[in-house]
């Protein structure tokens, strides 16, 4: 982002590294972790990788087709039957608003808007519409709404309709 807003050299020399350090650690699942090794990945990893790798490529930084491609799959693997995602393809782990939402946002900044698995997600992200309920504890709750909006937003029509005024009441 840095260097679409200014078009300097030198940051889009450090940015073309900072992408093939992402490029290169991504595991054989398709995902991220916390460290640049390819053993293992999770959700909230591979959410701010792919949006990394969507920012360098929306100011013509070239993304391989295939760590997208392997990204997908990993994303797609770690949706539970619920529609929700759950943290790591293994193990297996209950679906949660905030790793759900942050799933839906790493299918669409890989591109994929709509189909079978964005649509489970946005149901069951839904489910967890803003109520402003004074007792109400959330776990990872400001990083839930940060891509819960940022889906709703993308999803668009009545979804957004529905998640932006809910949000910004609780918010206020």
């Known amino acids: 982002e840095a260097y679409g807003m200014t078009d300097r050299p030198e ?35 591979t959410v701010c990788q792919i949006m990394a ?30 529609g929700g995602f759950r943290y790591q393809i293994t193990p297996p782990s209950p679906s949660i608003f905030p790793r759900s939402a942050a799933g839906l946002v790493a299918l669409y900044s890989a ?23 004074p007792f109400r504890h959330e776990l990872h709750y400001f990083y839930g709404h940060y891509y819960g909006v940022q889906a709703a937003w993308h999803a668009g029509g009545d979804h957004w309709r529905k998640w932006y005024p809910a949000i910004r009441e609780e918010l206020l």
């Open 11 to 45: 940051i889009k020399s450090k940015l073309k590294l900072a992408c093939n350090l992402i490029v290169n650690t991504q595991n054989k699942e398709g995902g991220w972790r916390y460290y640049p090794v390819r053993k293992e990945a999770d959700i909230s990893v």
């Open 53 to 82: 790798l969507r920012a360098a490529r929306n100011v013509g930084v070239e993304v391989p087709k295939s760590t997208v491609d392997d990204c997908i799959r990993y994303v797609k693997n770690c949706q539970n039957a619920d």
């Open 111 to 133: 591109g994929i808007y709509e189909g079978r698995e964005v649509d489970r997600g946005l149901e069951f992200m839904m489910q967890h519409l803003p109520d402003s309920s």
